[in-house]
């Protein structure tokens, strides 16, 4: 049985009342860009640089090392080398040719601004062709 409490007539009246269901669904798509957004623009990010997975170039037939290691003391091939006489050795090293390539290593648990101090030095020196040397790994195809 039933009863119809509303007997006036058939026509639709306004609504005054906002209707906030798109409103909602825009919040909630801001929302997730957000969200997936908001990891990516992180700047603390844990580097690990000393392995590389590029194809080794081919060296030259006498190569100059340029060793910086943990302890933060320097040698060229195997023979150590004071900060202070750093550029005099590379010049007999390399024979003057200041367009010769260098091959700087750094220990994994030197300071990265040590590393950026040393090539600082070396480009004061006048060597721009610095080539950073890191271990080869081999992927398993």
Do not use: C, W
């Not at 091939?77 to 260098?102: F, H, I, K, M, Y």
């Amino acid at each position: 049985m039933a009863i119809r409490l509303d007997h006036g007539t058939d026509e639709l009246t306004e609504v005054h009342d906002i209707n906030v269901t798109p409103f909602i669904d825009v919040i909630l798509v801001l929302l997730i860009i957000f969200m997936v957004a908001a990891p990516l623009a992180t700047v603390d990010v844990p580097v690990d640089l000393p392995t590389s997975k590029a194809q080794p170039q081919q060296r030259p037939p006498k190569p100059v090392y340029l060793t910086l290691k943990a302890d933060g003391s320097l040698e060229i091939g195997d023979n150590p080398v004071p900060r202070s006489a750093l550029t005099d050795v590379l010049a007999s090293a390399t024979q003057g040719d200041r367009d010769e390539r260098l091959f700087v290593r750094g220990d994994k648990t030197v300071p990265y601004g040590d590393v950026m101090q040393l090539l600082d030095d070396l480009r004061e020196a006048g060597y721009l062709k610095i080539a950073l040397v890191a271990k080869e790994t081999r992927e398993a195809k």
